[in-house]
């Protein structure tokens, strides 16, 4: 009798839940990381990125992936699933204050959800500018099949290095960037 009595109150209870309106849920507030994307100057497409003009994320305007003005280039791809690219983050952070006034840094949220991409480089501390691919086309037309993967760029617009590992580090790049390009920090 008790079991009977039981389910019948677990069973009531469930019902009249059903028949509720549901709680209203606060507003997620939206996040607030914008780095502007616009460049001075003529872009001239990359040569392994041609026809790759994406919107900023957390913005209006679209943009070329390529060099403005001769500057050279490092193009990051990541998004907010790829843990590899959490613990990246810190290093490509850490080139751009090395070399941000030299050489462009530019991410691409890569086949993401925008929001949830503008939390990841708010949380993460993202100081350069990222482009939106939510198709992954930019990641298909380099061949890769996983995140992250990082590209140096010449002035002229041709790729001198390409780190597809999850273990790059600002020293990798460092290197990179004085064995090709002539430049130290």
Known sequence: MRLRLMVAIVLA??????????AAQPPTPEPSWSVDCRVS?????ATDFEG?????LGGDETRQIGVAEGRPL???????WCRPCVAEAPELTEFHRLFG???????VDTQDNSKA???FAEDVGLTFPSLVDERGDVMRSQGLATLP???LIDGDGDTVARFTDATLTADDLIAAVEEHLGMTP
């Open 13 to 22: 209870a469930t019902l009249a839940a059903c028949g509720s309106e549901p």
């Open 117 to 119: 991409a503008r939390y």
């Open 74 to 80: 490092l193009v990051t791809l990541w998004a907010s």
């Open 52 to 56: 790759m003009e994406l919107p900023c």
């Open 101 to 107: 006034d030299r050489i462009d840094v530019l991410g």
């Open 149 to 151: 993967a990082t590209f």
């Open 41 to 45: 100057g003529e872009v001239v497409p």
